[in-house]
């Protein structure tokens, strides 16, 4: 083995392996988008195979205790990029297309952590956090944005698939825009004559069954209205291909260097809409394709790697933003199509939701060479990325952070994750810790339009994952003594946070 050459500033060493300055590690976080625990086949799917996401998990390590900070997007990317809890920040809830940034420009962050230490940063696919000051003008370039919360180079949308603009924007420039033709955003009326999807149906590829029934491109109703910018609008089938090209590009252009990538994966959050390659792969339908086609990216990134000869330097996290959902406002049949197939495995809930499901989603992490095979149950969480990662590279960190360093566990070096774990849903908050998950009492609708359940349960609840992963049995009353320890923790922690009578956000 070659020993570095020993300079107190330039070895950096961990347990089993050393590097230099110069080969530190690249870093890509991939997160999909609402992509269930149970979605992956090396999780158990078996109507759909998924063998890129198989290799991840088989080939690095794959944690049945991965956690997302919340059930829904911003909040839980929010936690990922700034190792906070997300529900410290009362605007990080879904935000829409034209939502202000929501990380302060001040605010210390995992690309900003990782630009200090001299890694090329970029943030390439779904944002979802918010871009410009609240009145943003998509004619001009919109800020603050990815750049200033640490990353060089972003190429992105700006939340979501089923959001307005469906327009491209790269560093803060919506791509392919026309002056003549200029792009107007606006979430609470629509512009003059501009056909919706309850005005103009007969315009629809694919229809909605509930909310995204406003401004329609390519054939697809969304959410908010826009008008303008024909020249720069996306083309849903083709996202896939775009996004994970542009990823190769940064990853060429960065291959001498050390690099940290952030890829945001559109799929299988509505609308489904994958390239015609994938169109009937799956035989479950759009969802299932989407998957596929989110497998297909995955594997190009990852053969990308092996192929500029960067995988045995590079660490990646594969996870998922939430859990999972089948009808999130489309008619797309995944209701319909999803046969013998359990999205969110042996777990509780799904996307929305204070049960497991909602959470706790695939987590692999891999490092060819450097991680052994192993499947670990150590709780972990996407918010530790950030401290885990600092670790690694010997970064100090602000002490105020809610991340925490479980480099060891990511790294299959220890069986010890976390201890405990807020979590959030609907800005509703839970409490996970050893084999025991905690619910405080909600009011509230027992499952949202989506029908997944939420977990608001008026008694509360407390479930043993080890006897009862399913969260059958709510034990409460049973083990009143556990309850309130969970409890006084849980409040301890959240002191200041936690709210009793929150309200379920209702999706139209
Ligand atoms: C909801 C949308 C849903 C999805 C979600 C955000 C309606 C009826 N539902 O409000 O389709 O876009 O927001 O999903 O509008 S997330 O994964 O980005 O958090
Ligand atoms: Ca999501």
Redesign the pocket.
């Known amino acids: 083995m070659k020993v570095p050459v020993l300079l107190s500033t330039s070895l950096f060493a961990f347990a089993s392996f050393s590097f230099t300055e110069a080969q530190k590690p690249n870093i890509i976080v991939i997160l999909a ?2 992509l269930g625990y149970g979605d992956v086949s090396a999780q158990g799917a078996t109507t759909i195979k998924t063998p890129n996401l198989d290799r991840l998990a088989n080939e690095g390590i794959r944690f049945t205790n991965g956690y997302a900070t919340s ?4 909040p ?1 990317r929010y936690g990922m990029m700034t190792g906070m809890y997300p529900w410290k920040n009362d605007k990080a809830k ?1 935000l829409p297309g034209n939502a202000p940034l929501i990380i302060k420009e001040d605010q210390y962050t995992l690309p900003k952590m990782m630009q200090e230490a001299g890694y090329a940063t970029a943030a390439i696919g ?1 944002w ?1 956090l918010g871009m410009g000051d609240g009145n943003a003008d998509w004619n001009k370039t919109v800020k603050p944005g990815a750049k200033e919360i640490g990353f060089d180079y972003s190429n992105l949308i700006a ?2 698939n ?2 307005v603009p469906t327009v491209y924007v790269e560093n803060g420039n919506v791509i392919g825009l026309d002056m003549t033709d200029p792009l107007q955003v606006n979430y609470k009326k629509n512009f003059d004559g501009e056909p919706t999807a309850l005005t103009n149906p007969e315009m629809l590829k694919m229809h909605w069954s ?3 029934n406003q401004s329609i491109h390519n054939g697809i109703p969304r ?1 908010g209205f826009q008008k303008g910018g024909k020249s720069a609008m996306w083309v849903d089938e083709d996202m896939a291909d775009y996004f994970t090209g542009i990823a190769k590009d940064f990853m060429t252009n960065h291959k001498d260097k050390p690099f940290f990538l952030y890829f945001g994966l559109h799929q299988p ?2 609308p489904r809409a994958p390239h015609s390659r994938f169109v009937g792969s799956s035989g479950m339908g759009p969802r299932g394709d989407a998957i596929l086609e989110a497998d297909w990216s995955v594997g190009e990134l990852m053969a990308h790697l092996d192929k500029l000869g960067l995988l045995e330097n590079t660490l990646v996290f594969f996870s998922s ?2 859990g999972p ?1 089948l009808d ?3 008619k797309d049949q995944a209701v319909e199509l999803l046969g013998q197939h359990k999205p969110a495995g042996l777990l509780r809930g799904g ?1 929305y939701s204070l049960y497991e499901a909602g959470t706790r989603v695939p987590f692999f992490v891999y490092w060819k060479g450097e991680i052994k095979p192993a499947v670990s149950d150590a709780m972990v969480c996407q918010l530790d990325i950030m401290a885990s990662v600092a670790t690694l590279i010997k970064k100090k960190l602000p002490a105020e952070l809610d991340s925490q360093n479980t480099l060891k566990a990511f790294m299959g070096k220890s069986k010890k994750g976390r201890e405990e774990l807020v979590i959030e849903a609907n800005s509703k908050l839970a409490y996970r810790a050893g084999d025991w998950a905690f619910i405080p009492p909600y009011n509230g609708a027992v499952r949202n ?2 029908g997944n359940e939420l977990g608001n349960l008026p008694e509360g609840g407390l479930f043993n994952l080890k006897s009862d992963l399913g969260q059958e049995t709510n034990v409460a009353k049973q083990h009143a003594k556990k309850y309130k320890q969970m409890e006084s923790r849980f409040l301890e922690i959240t002191k200041g946070y936690f709210k009793t009578n929150v309200k379920d ?1 209702v ?2």
């Open positions: 988008d609402d059930a829904t997007s911003t839980s879904i779904k979802h939340a979501t089923d959001r509930h909310g995204h959410i959050h509505v933003d939430n959902v999130d406002g489309y996307k339009q989506t956000i999706l139209e």
